[in-house]
């Protein structure tokens, strides 16, 4: 990858150029670790747990939300 030149704000932002964004599916709200090893700060993207069940769980339960509806109240009507 190539470098990029970034400046810190007096607030401590920096911003990430919508190039390396749309690269790495960067989006509003992406959770991204931080981390130091000796002298580089490394940021990496973490992806949600719960948007990797939903990944897995997708379309499981029902394709529509009165599927999934149905299928809920006959799990309660069960139990």
Do not use: C, H, W
Request: glycine share 6%.
């Amino acid at each position: 990858m190539k470098s990029l030149n970034v400046t810190v704000s007096n607030r401590g932002y920096i911003v990430l150029p919508v190039s390396l964004r749309k690269e790495m599916n960067i989006k509003t709200g992406t959770k991204i670790l931080l981390s130091r090893e000796e002298n580089k700060i490394i940021l990496q993207p973490v992806s949600s747990f719960t948007q990797k069940l939903a990944g897995l769980t997708g379309q499981s339960f029902g394709s529509s939300p009165d599927e999934i509806k149905a299928y809920i109240d006959e799990e309660r009507a069960e139990r």
